[in-house]
């Protein structure tokens, strides 16, 4: 793969053509081996694409593209050589969820869920490695985290579900789906309210509370195969976002899962993120990537249309006039808002070594995961206010990317909620946590 054109476009402008890479447009300089594993990515675009309208109509994720990005070899894109990966990092993950949303946000998105698994395989091992585990705990954790890392590289499907309808007024997550201890396991009981590729992954990697235990330490991992007994998805709904992610959620009814197939040692969720980077969980970041690699195809189909389309009274292109020279002036302003804090936060939370304290990478995440949601959503209605009324439609680029770009604005945190955060660091020294427990 070593004839691919390494010289990145302009950002902001004309689509790639040829062999350049897509990845390029949001990393500027990638090595030999970067460029090898977005070729990978770049040869499934093309399927990707063919299918983003029919997911969205359908609402459904397209079951091809797990074949496509398993025989390419993308579900361990994250996973180390030594588990049998690809051994990329999170800027791989970056351009990877960037060029898939470019094609399908939905299968971008799902995509990114699949590989923040690989982060309750990487993390554990982070923090052995850090001696925050006693050494009789550690062949626990390391069995773990290898049972992760080696399935997602083999072609497992990994479907990371944590986020719950309940509500925690000091973290953003809270855990309500409990974990009671039985003979050879546990039983898991709760509803997870949103995770992508519902009833698509293989086996939903899910977050509980072991029960009796309401601090944080008490959370834990559980391995759970899409087929076992009590698992069952939640009734699919006419989402906002993007509806071919398969987002719905699951229900858990008396689920057993085995020991071996779990981490359930008390407070070993909590001490693997302290070895993460900006965003706790330590690629984050790459959501914001699929929102960005949206907004930059909203804006190349945006400006095809006014430059290819003519007044019928002067035959000048309409992306002539006033009008659309002043929003063409604020998408792109917009869409550069949006690459600058994303490469900056990739270049925090990817530096050896670190550029930044690490409570500095969390505050800056806080104001960028909002700052580039938004700016990413200001793309698209830009686009829609420049094409007009006929690219007021669902069956379209532009409808579909207004409507996908509109879940940025409350996935995870809003932006308001970030600034705040980023408010309570910086005078209080306060940060909030990423995950809590809830009673159900």
């Not at 973290?171 to 995770?195: C, H, Q």
């Not at 006929?390 to 932006?415: E, Q």
């Not at 980023?422 to 427990?437: G, H, I, S, Y």
Request: glycine share 10%.
């Amino acid at each position: 793969m070593t004839d691919v054109n390494v010289a990145a476009p302009v950002p902001g402008g004309p689509a790639p053509t040829g062999p350049r890479l897509t990845a390029l447009r949001l990393l500027d300089v990638m090595s030999p081996e970067e460029q090898d594993r977005a070729a990978r990515v770049e040869a499934v675009l093309p399927a990707l694409r063919d299918a983003a309208e029919r997911a969205d109509a359908e609402g459904a994720f397209p079951r091809e593209h797990v074949t496509a990005l398993r025989d390419a070899g993308l579900l361990g894109l994250v996973v180390p050589h030594r588990y049998g990966g690809l051994g990329g990092g999170l800027r791989d993950l970056a351009a990877a969820t960037f060029a898939m949303g470019t094609a399908c946000p939905s299968t971008a998105l799902a995509y990114f869920f699949h590989n923040t698994s690989a982060s309750r395989g990487l993390l554990p091992l982070e923090a052995v490695h850090a001696g925050l585990f006693a050494d009789d705990e550690v062949p626990v954790v390391e069995a773990f985290a290898e049972k992760v890392l080696t399935r997602m590289a083999a072609g497992t499907w990994l479907a990371n579900f944590a986020s719950e309808s309940a509500k925690s007024a000091g973290a953003n997550i809270a855990i309500a789906t409990t974990a009671r201890p039985v003979a050879g396991g546990w039983l898991l009981d709760g509803e997870k309210s949103f995770g992508c590729a519902t009833g698509i992954a293989d086996t939903y990697l899910v977050t509980a509370r072991v029960e009796g235990d309401d601090s944080p330490d008490g959370l834990a991992v559980f391995l759970v195969p899409r087929g076992t007994d009590g698992v069952s998805s939640r009734n699919p709904a006419p989402g906002l976002g993007m509806r071919g992610s398969a987002n719905h959620g699951i229900q858990l009814d008396s689920v057993f899962v085995p020991a071996d197939e779990a981490l359930t040692l008390p407070g070993a969720f909590t001490r693997m993120l302290k070895v993460s980077r900006g965003s706790f969980v330590g690629n984050q970041l790459a959501i914001s990537a699929v929102y960005v690699g949206a907004a930059q195809n909203v804006y190349d189909e945006a400006l095809h249309r006014i430059t290819t389309k003519r007044f019928a009274d002067t035959g000048h292109p309409v992306a002539s006039s006033p009008m659309h020279q002043v929003l063409v002036g604020e998408m792109t302003q917009q869409l550069e808002t949006s690459y600058l804090w994303l490469r900056r936060q990739i270049d925090l939370e990817t530096s050896e070594p670190p550029l930044r304290p690490k409570a500095d990478e969390h505050r800056q995440w806080r104001l960028g995961k909002g700052t580039v949601c938004e700016a990413a959503f200001a793309v698209a209605v830009g686009a829609l206010k420049c094409c007009g009324t006929s690219a007021a439609t669902m069956d379209g680029v532009i409808g579909r990317t207004l409507r996908d770009l509109a879940m940025g604005l409350v996935m995870t945190f809003p932006a308001e909620r970030g600034r705040l955060e980023a408010a309570q660091m910086v005078t209080t020294a306060r940060e909030n946590d990423l995950f809590a427990v809830v009673s159900p």
